[in-house]
């Protein structure tokens, strides 16, 4: 896309003046404030391109494209991609048939090839990432597939990557749609994602409860929560047996030392079958700590509520951006007549809640910015008996915890944080204000 023709979101110039023309005419007023929202975003569009194209090696910059084989046939094709693009800061590679292979640097999309991949090429990629060709039959019925992949580069082990496989809609009717992520084996440190003292504090104190790390995908938090981990099992002043329930497996908690603790890992449904029973072998393996790597319906949901039920510690993840909306989440899971029991098990085995955010700093870089909540004897009194919890909780956030407009405030004082970013902060912390007075 020709960011000098088109605008966010997809309007042409033209339809971009008319839309505000109309705008003026009903609301000068919110007409400057989305003048101002959009004209930042133009900015940081172009930003980011130039900084995306800075990183690419000279043959893309120059508009050539990387030369695949004649057709995609073997593991060791897939490979040499992967360790091509190993080095470039790729967030993203998707293979589609009836579709060029492409790949988004710093939020950018690139053609890799000029030619479209067959049905045949992409089934077979599926079936080397997978290691089986069973994968084909299960995608045309309908399922999803999410696993790890490491690629090799001669004896040794190479990069590693997350993998989504699906159906999706083409131009004959049906295709395949492959997106991989590259993810790190090793987890970061606390020290590396800036983690703040109070949020590892409760990770090393954790014994029995429950403590959701949440945000928007790409935002970190399976990053931070594993960083989290690293640090505890890495501490001589613990002794933890931690089983992780994941699909696929990121980071890999085997390959750093631990003084006296010990890891499971364990890949749904490659490994266990489902989230539920993965939870229910678990707890007759003497865990310590279980992470349940997203709740993502009502099963996981229930999976990491009974984990703190039974007097262990518990961490997961979930796409929310707020404490309220991540309490909120969970209870509309659940049936009217279910959520009494629910809230009451969920507000009584909270340990802590943080809503991470990525955003853009005046240099480019993004920076991490996390709302926290840590749970005591006096808050969960206060939501036990609440008759409307969300409300109660804004409150008990304004009060006693830590909200993303207040964080990306002192972020922004310290200069790590762009004014347009901490504007969409006050903005939307504004309404939320406004939705619960």
Known sequence: MNEETFAPGGFNQDEQRQF???????????????????????????????????????????????????????????DDLLAYVHDRETADLKFGDGEPLTMRVQGTIYRLTH??????????????????????????????????????????MGSRWRVCVTLRGSYDGIGFRIVMRRITIDPPTVAEVYLQD???????????GLILVTGPTGSGKSTSLAALL??????????????????PIEYLHSEYPRPFSEVTQWEVPRMLSSFSYAVETA????????????????????AAIEISLTGHGGLSTLHTSTAVQTVTRILQAFTPEEIPAVQYDLVD???????????????????ALRERLIFDGQIKDRLRSAKNL??????????????????????????????AELDRIEFMDSKERAAFQ
């Open 390 to 419: 969300s409300h109660e909780l804004r409150r008990v956030m304004e009060s006693h915890g830590r909200l993303m407009v207040d964080e990306a405030r002192e972020v922004y004082k310290d200069g790590r944080l762009a004014k």
């Open 20 to 78: 505000y023309e109309t705008m003026v005419e009903r609301n000068p007023e919110a007409a400057r404030d989305l003048q101002h929202l959009v004209s930042d975003d133009m900015q940081r569009l172009q930003d980011r391109r130039r900084r995306a194209e800075d990183m690419l090696p000279d043959t893309l910059s120059r508009g050539q494209v990387y030369t695949p084989p004649e057709s995609f046939k073997s593991q060791q094709d897939v």
């Open 349 to 367: 085995n909270l340990s802590m809640i943080v809503s991470q955010l990525l955003r853009q700093g005046p240099d480019g870089r993004r920076v």
């Open 115 to 156: 030619r479209a991949l067959t049905n045949d090429e992409v089934r077979t990629v599926m079936s080397v990432l997978y290691h089986s060709s069973s994968i084909v039959t299960s995608v045309l019925g309908g399922e999803r597939r999410d696993f790890a992949y490491t690629c090799r580069q001669g004896s040794k």
């Open 230 to 247: 690293r640090h505890r099992l890495q501490s001589p002043l613990h002794s933890d047996h931690l089983i992780t329930i994941e699909s």
């Open 198 to 208: 109070d949020i590892v504090d409760s990770v090393m104190k954790l014994d029995r």
């Open 283 to 302: 707890l007759r393996c003497d865990p310590d700590l279980v992470l349940v790597g997203e709740m993502r319906d009502k099963a996981t949901m229930k």
